[in-house]
């Protein structure tokens, strides 16, 4: 699995824009084959910071998925959301790996968490 997380710098003003982008490519992300773990939006306090995850089974699936980029009606019209709106001042892709914790199960005395075997 292969996780991309996107850093943006957006324009607080445009954050209902930002938010109609987000939404279109949640969608987008999940019709071809990936896994969106959602956008990250400022909360409280000024702020110009949001961040978006989403994971593919592999490189080569993420690389399938972006081929549509810059073709694709709908990646195009998605694009254009942000391009329009000019929501996003600039954003940086990293890619990751997860670690996520080994499974548990529920200690019935003590209410201790134990691995489950």
């Known amino acids: 699995m292969i996780t991309c997380v996107v850093e943006y710098v957006i324009d607080p003003a445009k954050t209902d824009a930002f938010e109609r982008f987000g939404r279109r490519w949640m969608e987008l992300v999940g019709k071809h084959g990936g896994t969106h773990h959602g956008y990250f939006l400022p909360a409280e306090g000024a702020s110009d910071k949001a961040l978006a995850l989403f994971s593919f089974p592999s490189l ?25 709106s000019g929501c996003v001042l600039r954003y940086e892709r990293t890619f990751m790996r997860p670690l996520f914790p080994e499974p548990t199960r529920l200690n019935p005395v003590g209410g201790r968490a134990e691995e489950a075997q």
């Not at 080569?60 to 329009?84: K, Q």
Request: charged letters at 40%; a negative charge; glycine letters at 4%.
């Open 60 to 84: 080569a699936a993420y690389e399938e998925y972006r081929r549509l980029f810059g073709t694709d009606p709908e990646f195009v019209a998605a694009d254009s959301i942000r391009d329009e």
